[in-house]
T-cell receptor, first 118, second 114 residues
Framework: GAVVSQHPSWVICKSGTSVKIECRSL??????MFWYRQFPKQSLMLMAT?????????EQGVEKDKFLINHASLTLSTLTVTSAHPEDSSFYIC??????????????FGSGTRLTVV | SQQGEEDPQALSIQEGENATMNCSYK?????LQWYRQNSGRGLVHLIL?????REKHSGRLRVTLDTSKKSSSLLITASRAADTASYFC??????????????FGKGTHLIIQP
């Protein structure tokens, strides 16, 4: 089945620094990947849609200059949290949908990245 | 606005019993999906039901969809301790070959007592 690998699983960084999170589709090509954020005991909120070879589409209220998304290849999307602040501490999850041959209609999620900004 | 509101928010039952979770949504959808999330982990896709389907089964899972009421239910039969997790419904509006992000409900935290 479709597998999405997300790295790192957790990261602690100092306030003001930047953190990059990678999301890879391992056995399929993903022209579109999605980034979600989940605060403790809350649901997932879609942050942005990452499109291979073009600019990402951000949801309302998400700062594009703070959450930089790069989707340079069909199997890799990265999310960089720039100038991180404690309020950016959250669980970030990426997902992708394997559209190849229509064999899988659900979305495959990465294992998530726990970001703690101190 | 929040799409996909689950109830109950928390559910605790004895192992072997059936667990039912409900989800309501607000806008038109193309499909509705259910996911499971173990604490601090990523999401696992459980089942997808399309808007033209009314019921779907997968193992111990049974999902219903009522588009007239904009609601869905997830039934887990013969629950096991390993079913303890948070369950989310998510709605998708994609059609054709595109892919849109999902809108998630608040989730139901299910605890199975051994």
């Amino acid at each position: 089945g479709a597998v999405v690998s997300q790295h790192p699983s957790w990261v602690i960084c100092k306030s003001g620094t930047s953190v990059k999170i990678e999301c890879r589709s391992l056995d399929f090509q993903a022209t579109t990947m999605f980034w979600y954020r989940q605060f403790p005991k809350q649901s997932l909120m879609l942050m942005a849609t990452s499109n291979e070879g073009s600019k990402a589409t951000y949801e309302q209220g998400v700062e594009k200059d703070k959450f930089l998304i790069n989707h340079a290849s069909l199997t890799l999307s990265t999310l960089t949290v720039t100038s991180a602040h404690p309020e950016d501490s959250s669980f970030y999850i990426c997902s992708a949908r394997d559209l190849t041959g229509g064999r899988h209609y659900g979305y495959t999620f990465g294992s998530g990245t726990r970001l703690t900004v101190v | 606005s929040q799409q996909g509101e689950e109830d109950p928010q928390a559910l605790s039952i004895q192992e072997g019993e059936n667990a039912t979770m409900n989800c309501s949504y607000k806008t038109s959808i193309n499909n509705l999906q259910w996911y499971r999330q173990n604490s601090g982990r990523g999401l696992v896709h459980l089942i997808l039901i399309r808007s033209n389907e009314r019921e779907k089964h997968s193992g111990r899972l049974r999902v219903t969809l009522d588009t007239s009421k904009k609601s869905s239910s997830l039934l887990i039969t013969a629950s096991r301790a390993a079913d303890t997790a948070s369950y989310f419904c998510a709605t998708g509006t994609y059609s054709g070959g595109g892919a849109d992000g999902l809108t998630f409900g608040k989730g139901t935290h299910l605890i199975i007592q051994p």
